[in-house]
């Protein structure tokens, strides 16, 4: 019997393979309609097993569940040119991506053993963390940055209602891949930026 747990991980996989044919040279200049029913037929097709088991499956097996705030960056992927809507802007999506890698470089380093505390304790309940969180996404709403109160809001709902099978708040949060695209999206921001001044 297919646990919940596998429903929520074999979506979230297909919405990631979905979102990276989005992402694909040309897909996005479809027309809307077409690309609605492209979108539509990859995620089907990603869900139907070949062989034994679907493609989001073998996807799954390699990335593992993905944080749900990947997951909320990836729908985002697909939402913007099926249906033209843009919701961020350049300065909230690197506000967004500089409290990803501060999370991660706090996080992942200390919590494979280097230094003498484990933040990721926190995320079993910690009434500190969660304060924080709280006044991060007020802070969020403050400055107009919906997607990250948006990315706080629903990581926190679905660790309350034990969404993934782990229980810690930081699995809701952040996951490796998602760290991995924030420092790389930074960096190569970092870069372009520097390439501007030297022509300028």
């Known amino acids: 019997m297919i646990h919940f747990t596998d429903i929520t991980g074999l979506a979230g996989s297909a919405v990631a393979i979905t979102a990276m044919i989005v992402l694909l040279p040309g897909v996005a200049r479809l027309q809307r309609p077409?690309?609605?029913?492209?979108?539509?037929?990859?995620?089907?097709?990603?869900?139907?097993?070949?062989?034994?088991?679907?493609?989001?499956?073998?996807?799954r097996g390699v990335t593992g569940d993905l944080s749900v705030t990947s997951l909320l960056l990836l729908t985002l992927t697909i939402l913007r040119p099926v249906c033209g809507w843009l919701p961020t802007d350049a300065r909230e999506k690197t506000a967004l991506l500089t409290l990803i890698v501060v999370a991660a470089v706090g996080l992942?380093?200390?919590a494979l053993g280097i230094g003498y505390f484990?933040?990721?304790?926190?995320?079993?309940?910690?009434p500190w963390l969660l304060g924080g969180l709280l006044l991060l996404a007020l802070v969020a709403c403050?400055?107009?940055?919906?997607?990250?109160?948006?990315a706080i809001a629903l990581a926190v709902f679905a660790w309350g209602l034990g969404w993934y099978e782990s229980g810690n708040l930081w699995d809701y949060?952040?996951?490796?891949l998602l760290a991995i695209y924030a420092i790389g999206a930074l960096l190569l921001r970092g870069i372009q930026a520097l390439l501007k001044l030297r022509r300028a």
């Open 173 to 176: 949060l952040l996951d490796p």
């Open 142 to 150: 403050f400055r107009r940055f919906p997607v990250v109160a948006l």
């Open 118 to 126: 484990d933040p990721y304790s926190l995320g079993y309940g910690n």
């Open 34 to 59: 077409y690309l609605a029913l492209l979108t539509c037929s990859i995620a089907i097709l990603a869900l139907i097993p070949f062989g034994g088991l679907p493609l989001a499956a073998y996807v």
């Open 108 to 110: 992942y380093p200390m």
